[in-house]
Nanobody, 120 residues
Framework: HVQLVESGGGSVEAGGSLTLSCAAS????????MGWFRQAPGKEREGLAT???????AYADSVKGRFTISKDNAKNVLYLQMSSLKSEDTAMYYC???????????????WGQGTQVTVS
């Protein structure tokens, strides 16, 4: 049973930066794809960035150039470095693991509880 726990969310001014972390514990699979998603109130869950087992990344156009996904395999921690934050980045941010390689949340079956990011 795998558990994902996000941390690092908080409140930041527009233009600022935050780094989110996602610690994976339990049984993990080296061939999994990991990703970051977000959901704002009243909106659908949106895929932001994914990183597959080959190191290939995918980014949503809305965050490309501003967000960077990375992983520390030794620590089983997934990161999302966010910069040039905008008010529209305000949302609950989730990390997830699955077999998919794209940005579709339906391809990810294991989810963390989320961490709130508020940009004002």
């Amino acid at each position: 049973h795998v558990q994902l726990v996000e941390s690092g969310g908080g409140s930041v001014e527009a233009g600022g930066s935050l780094t989110l972390s996602c610690a994976a514990s339990g049984r993990t699979y080296t061939n999994w794809c990991m990703g970051w998603f977000r959901q704002a109130p009243g909106k659908e869950r949106e895929g932001l960035a994914t990183l597959d087992s080959s190191g290939i990344t995918a980014y949503a156009d809305s965050v490309k150039g501003r967000f960077t996904i990375s992983k520390d395999n030794a620590k089983n921690v997934l990161y999302l470095q966010m910069s040039s934050l905008k008010s529209e980045d305000t949302a609950m941010y989730y990390c997830a693991a699955g077999s998919g390689g794209g940005l579709d949340p339906r391809d990810f079956g294991v989810w963390g509880q989320g961490t709130q990011v508020t940009v004002s």
